[in-house]
């Protein structure tokens, strides 16, 4: 048998979401995939047509059209919206385990707080008198963290996309939210038969 063709899609929240987690997501499948006893191919994530903070309706026909050609479906929505992740699985019964939530607490920059060098890489000319907090889910506003931490650049989606490329997993992983997800995406790919 011949190795098998991962296929992913994501819908976020926004367009900053989209370009921290698309580069993110790749890694972390990337990392997963060394450790597939058959192995797969995977070429990256495809962003949806329509952010999840549309009309629930045309997220669940977006969804739909998503879950005909690809394997698993990624839905990131901040913590205070998680319902809505489980509202769209329920629409799904035969499929819901091909919907993956991927949430932060609090906001997905908070995610973007958790390593220092990538931040003092993203903007290396900052003054590095700032801390990264220990506990980045603990954050109240991670956005105005990451904004003084960034030296108040406005360029979101180049340090977005340098983050998403450049956070260390290992960094990530030490963040509750960011194992819950990477959890629930190595159960779909096992059930899948990817893992």
């Not at 921290?20 to 790749?26: G, K, Q, R, T, W």
């Not at 479906?73 to 329920?90: F, G, L, P, T, W």
């Not at 799904?92 to 390593?115: N, Y």
Request: aromatic share 8%.
């Amino acid at each position: 048998m011949g190795r098998r063709y991962l296929s992913l899609a994501l819908l976020t929240e926004g367009a900053s979401d989209q370009w921290f987690l698309v580069p993110l997501i790749d890694r972390q499948i990337t990392e997963l995939a060394h450790g597939a006893p058959v192995g797969f191919d995977y070429s990256g994530v495809v962003p949806g047509e329509c952010f999840t903070v549309a009309h629930r309706d045309l997220v669940v026909r977006e969804v739909a059209d998503l879950l005909s050609y690809f394997d698993l479906v990624m839905i990131h929505h901040d913590h205070n919206e998680r319902s809505k992740v489980d509202a769209i699985r329920e629409r799904f019964p035969g499929d819901a385990h091909r919907i993956v939530a991927l949430v932060p607490v609090r906001e997905t920059e908070a995610w973007m707080l958790a390593d220092p060098a990538a931040l003092k890489e993203a903007a290396p000319a900052r003054d590095a008198a700032w801390e990264v907090p220990h506990d980045v889910e603990k954050v109240a506003d991670p956005k105005v963290v990451l904004k003084v931490a960034l030296g108040g650049r406005r360029d979101a989606e180049r340090d977005f996309g340098r983050l998403g490329q450049t956070v260390a997993l290992d960094a990530l992983r030490k963040v509750p939210a960011y194992r819950v997800w990477t959890d629930e995406l190595r159960r779909a790919m096992e059930r899948l038969r990817f893992l």
